[in-house]
């Protein structure tokens, strides 16, 4: 069984940062991906940022320059930093593993709640 364990959320003011993480737990295979997707109420879940086992990165356009994703294999950890934050990065944030190589098994976590807010 995997778990992931979501911290660092919060309140923040706009142009501040914030720093989340996400401990994975269980049977992790070497080929996976890890990353983070945030949701706001009647909207879609939308992809944030991912980081394969393989080193290639991903980002969603409204977060490039802002956001940086990274990973400890060691800990099975995925990070990110976001920096320059807005009132529409308000969302609630969570993480996500895909688990093996395609088709791979998606994992979540709770999430933890974003506020960019003055």
């Known amino acids: 069984q995997v778990q992931l364990v979501e911290s660092g959320g919060g309140l923040v003011q706009p142009g501040g940062s914030l720093r989340l993480s996400c401990a994975a737990s269980?049977?992790?295979?070497?080929?996976?991906?890890m990353g983070w997707y945030r949701q706001v109420p009647g909207k879609q879940r939308e992809l944030v940022a991912s980081?394969?086992?393989?080193?290639?990165?991903n980002y969603a356009d409204f977060v490039k320059g802002r956001f940086t994703i990274s990973r400890d294999d060691a800990k099975n950890t995925v990070y990110l930093q976001m920096n320059s934050l807005l009132p529409e990065d308000t969302a609630v944030y969570y993480c996500n593993l895909k688990n093996g190589p395609w088709p791979s098994s998606d994992y979540w976590g709770q999430g933890t709640q974003v506020t960019v807010s003055s």
């Open positions: 980081f394969s086992s393989g080193g290639r990165t």
């Open positions: 269980g049977r992790i295979f070497g080929v996976n991906t």
